[in-house]
Every structure is written in C-alpha cells, then in structure tokens.
Nanobody, 123 residues
C-alpha cells in the first residue's frame, strides 16, 4: 500500500509563513497526481495545489501568488511553501496521491490521503 506522512503545520500570525512537507512511501507503482488539499471547519475539502503527471501545477485561486508547491520526483515528496498567510487559510491540510500501488504483485489504482496537519492563522 501507500503511506503519506505530512509535517510542518502549526500556529502562525497573519502575514506569516509556514512550510508543509509530505513524503510518500510503500509499494508505489505510479503517480498520476500529488499535492495538497485542505478542509476548514464546516466546509468541504478543497484543492490547494497539486502536480499532474506531466508536471504542471494547479493552484486554487485563493492561494495563487502566496503559496508555492514543489516536488522531488525521485523521493516522492511534495512541499508547500505558504506565505502571506490569512486567517481564512486556517484548516487541516492533507497530502494526496492519486496513482497505483503494487499489492501482491498486482497494480491497484488508488486515491491516498495523509493524516492531515493543522494550520492555524491567528493573532
């Protein structure tokens, strides 16, 4: 199977910065997309930034110009540099991987999620 481990959340004042990291491990056969989503209390989970298989990045309009995603293909890691944070960025941030794992020698497509890391922007 595939495991995703996130790190880097915390409490920061408005205007501050945080960096999130996610490492994927396990029997990864292929990755079609990998990136970050977030879910604020009472709201649906939404895309923040994600890499496609071709290497392009999709950003949510609300974070464009403030957040920067990066990845290391060889290490199966993605990071999210978050600058100029706002209170409305407060949410649990989840790492996501869409791809396939090798299970008992069989390629099995899947949509994998990390456990989430809390980001709180408050003065």
């Amino acid at each position: 199977q595939v495991q995703l481990v996130e790190s880097g959340g915390g409490l920061v004042q408005p205007g501050g910065s945080l960096r999130l990291s996610c490492a994927a491990s396990g029997s990864i056969f292929s990755i079609n997309a990998m990136g970050w989503y977030r879910q604020a209390p009472g709201k649906q989970r939404e895309l923040v930034a994600a890499f496609t298989k071709g290497g392009s990045i999709n950003y949510a309009d609300s974070v464009q110009g403030r957040f920067t995603a990066s990845r290391d293909v060889a290490k199966n890691t993605v990071s999210l540099q978050m600058n100029s944070l706002k209170p409305e960025d407060t949410a649990v941030y989840y790492c996501n991987l869409v791809g396939a794992a090798l299970v008992d020698g069989i390629r099995r497509p899947g949509d994998y999620w990390g456990q989430g890391t809390q980001v709180t922007v408050s003065s």
